[in-house]
């Protein structure tokens, strides 16, 4: 079993009790709720007669199901409004606080936790979405749970949980040109698994882990729910605390920060720490990887050809068939050149504000393919606000981008942003799956956020770096 | 539903069906669009929809189509089923459908506790144990399974074969205790002692502490 390391720590500051299950009872710092899967708790809640045991320590925001174009009430969807009403009403009898969208605070759940300062170091953290992993970027402990579970935490402001194994992924090096924090998760996906994770939570260090800003760090965080592992995290250091000193939370009080700041130093991983395993991978040694399949662990670096099925460990085979058929790709090819009809940038994984300039920075001074809709989704309105102030809006929508309002959008098929047909998507999201973004024939293919830009500007899976290298072509 | 200890799961018996397919995900199980409701009621019949229906709404080839499986109660899979998202919708399509009890290679995590929460057991043996298995299934459509939580076997005709169930779950399913709110609420005063220990958590958070 692991010793000294910040998930250990964590756990032992937050632990009840042990139930009678050998489970253990521990406390949750922080709950946040959304639309989707939060109104079956509040019903169950109200089955029995409970109330919420602590909603000063419960947030909520709407991200699934709002639609990111037009936000006038109600909903045109009845099903999408008829969500929101439910939430609000939840949110209202409880007396939690709740960011909608004339807040001027909405977004994404994974966005504006962290964005507000809810999000710190040391903390439990715990939502109705696997992508709550997404806040350990922080050092915080954080992990998706399901509705029942839900109104667990909303009940009791526990949760009925068993200790994993801690594996530390050490990522050396220095990053390339071009490569990033998403191309590192994929990699590390691709080569542990979708389920290597089972039963872990990974803990992310090493040079080229810690050299990444916050936003890096998230989208890394992020998609450990990718490879199985339910949470990740990353030790809170001074790009942390810069961070935090910036947010709501704390910019008012330096003294509280001070004073916490102990506490987030107490609980990084000890120099001596015991892990159950450690995996090192090079970072100097990767590209921008894409995902060829139906999984996010079907990804292979932009150079480099997609595998044959036969080549694959037994138990992949058949999978990588199918996804070969699905996604009508061949072994051998590379995925450069691979025809696309939608371009999304946006979604938990990366629709920060860096994530929107780096895309930015690509489109600027050209023009997105004919054949191409594409889209821009920041993560949240605060995000919107500050790459409007940039004037990152009119970078998008002079190549041809939709700019849109904050939400989960196209990442999922909830709301009005879907695929059509067989369309192909190149996507900063975080799932390939057949039908998750909303046509059960539509094909994702994932990449970092500049991978996609160059994907809307050459109409076909590109390797930004050689777009980068041509000289930008201002209209002809 | 009442506040009282849950219901003892210590077996189920029925007759099983096979879903065939490594990383099954919870977007393949219900997806996203059936999601739009706001009670858990009816997502029976939208469980695995894309794979059972084409655009037209018309039947296509899949175990829950087919009428000798219909009625089955044990659903036998590969590994690494139910990854992707966080939705209870998946196992609740698939309890509303009639599964009361999974047999798999391995499970994602989030998924396997969602089932705990609804009292549906999930467990484990190696590849050739679940092939055997399926395969067997496929050649008794009518034939009764016995899961049991308890002993840790699966028996089918005349076969036991012994199955992983993860202690915790086991613990909880066998003693009843799988629903865990009462079972939590009963400590809310050391609850409260430790929300005060932690420093991030402020006095007036703490109810009573006003």
Known sequence: MSQGTLYDKVWDRHAVTELPTGQTQLFVGLHLIHEVTSPQAFGMLRERDLEVAYPERTHATVDHIVPTADQSRPYKEDAAEEMMRELEENVRDAGI????????????????GPEQGLTQPGMTIVCGDSHTSTHGAFGALAFGIGTSQI??????????????????????GELGDGVEAKDVILEIIRRLGTDGGVGYVYEYAGDAIESLGMEGRMSICNMSIEGGARAGYVNPDETTYEWLAETDEFADDPDRFEELKLYWESIRSDDDAEYDDVVTIDGSELEPVVTWGTTPGQGVGITDPIPAPEALPADKEDSARAAQEHMRVEPGDTMQGYPIDVAFVGSCTNARLPDLRRAASIVEGREIHDDVRGLVVPGSQRVQRAAENEGLD????????????????MCLGMNEDTLEGDEACASSSNRNFVGRQGSKDGRTVLMNPRMVAAAAIEGKVTDVRELEAREVVTNE | MSDGPAEIVTDVTGTAVPIRGNDIDTD???PARFMKVVTFDGLGEFAFFDLRFDDEDNPKDHPFNEDRYQGASIMAVNANFGCGSSREHAPQALMRWGIDALIGESFAEIFAGNCLALGIPTVTADEDTVETIQDWIDANPDGDIHVDVADETVTYGDTTVDVEVDDAQRKALVDGVWDTTALMQANAETVKETARTLPYIQDHEVPGDV
């Open chain 1, 394 to 409: 009119q970078v998008f929508e002079d190549a041809g981008f939709e700019w849109r309002n904050a939400g989960c959008s």
């Open chain 1, 97 to 112: 606080e709740f960011d909608d969208p004339t807040s001027g605070d909405q977004g994404i759940v994974h966005v504006i």
């Open chain 2, 28 to 30: 393949q199980i219900i």
């Open chain 1, 151 to 172: 109104r667990d935490v909303l009940a009791t402001g526990t949760l009925a949980f068993e200790k994993q194994k801690v594996r530390k992924i050490e990522v050396t």
